[in-house]
């Protein structure tokens, strides 16, 4: 590299981790639905009015949420499961899709995926 040739620094944000992990998380079979907590709820209003103040579409990504830790990321799932799958087994489904989705999409390395399943909803799929 000569003194001329410009570096260039691309920086990945929580938010586009969140909503790489959303995406990965609901085309899971078993899930019927993410569901943000009372937190999540705050943290989403918030991430959207930013992202409306900044003149961009909010990125669909309730129930998630992510952080990015000396260069890996760290995401929280909250979901809904369906009572016709085994919740543990749609759990584990949501952690590999998330994990590897979350990389290929952004060169991240995933530290860790967190499911919290907070309903069961019978027989729905």
């Not at 620094?9 to 959303?22: F, G, K, L, N, R």
């Not at 609901?26 to 409306?52: D, K, Y």
């Not at 759990?91 to 989705?101: F, H, I, L, M």
């Amino acid at each position: 590299m000569t003194a001329t040739e410009p570096v260039a620094e691309y920086v990945i944000s929580d938010t586009v981790v969140s909503s790489v992990a959303a995406r990965a998380a609901i085309a899971t079979p078993g899930v019927v639905r993410l569901e943000p907590g009372l937190v999540g709820l705050v943290t989403a209003w918030g991430r959207a009015a930013r992202q409306r103040w900044e003149g961009l579409t909010p990125a669909p990504a309730d129930g998630v949420t992510a952080k990015i830790v000396d260069g890996q990321a760290e995401v929280k799932v909250d979901l809904v499961t369906s009572s016709i799958d085994q919740a543990a087994a749609v759990g584990q489904a949501v952690q590999r899709a998330v994990s590897r989705e979350v990389a290929a999409q952004t060169g991240l390395a995933v530290s860790a995926v967190t499911v919290s399943i907070l309903d069961i909803e019978p027989g729905t799929r």
